[in-house]
């Protein structure tokens, strides 16, 4: 999996392949600095993103919930439709907000 981060008026992240057990792991080291950091607004971008495992929601659940605590906001974005379906199951698109 590829991971690309913009910083800006908006912190945008680009995943590409698959997010999954082994790569949340590298996902989650780039996203503490952002919780933790000046942050107001998270992006997630996954137009190229083909794939998330239980540990790749449980990322995007940390992201919504540190950003919601901290006063921010996190919303995702040009969701492919297998990660769309995987959404709606597991009910967390009624939980994030996605564009």
């Known amino acids: 999996m590829k991971i690309t981060i913009d910083n800006g ?3 945008v992240i680009s995943l590409s392949g698959e997010l999954d057990t082994l790569t949340s792991v590298d996902l989650e080291k780039e996203i503490a600095p952002i919780l933790h950091g ?26 919504q ?4 605590a901290k006063g921010g906001t996190f919303r995702l974005k040009n969701i492919q439709k297998d990660i769309m379906d995987i959404l709606n199951i597991t009910g967390f698109s009624s939980i ?4």
């Open 96 to 99: 994030l907000t996605i564009e």
């Open 65 to 68: 919930k540190g950003m919601k």
């Open 9 to 11: 008026k908006e912190t």
């Open 38 to 63: 000046e942050a107001e607004a998270v992006v997630l971008n996954g137009a190229e993103l083909t794939y998330i495992s239980s540990a790749g929601l449980r990322l995007l659940l940390t992201l």
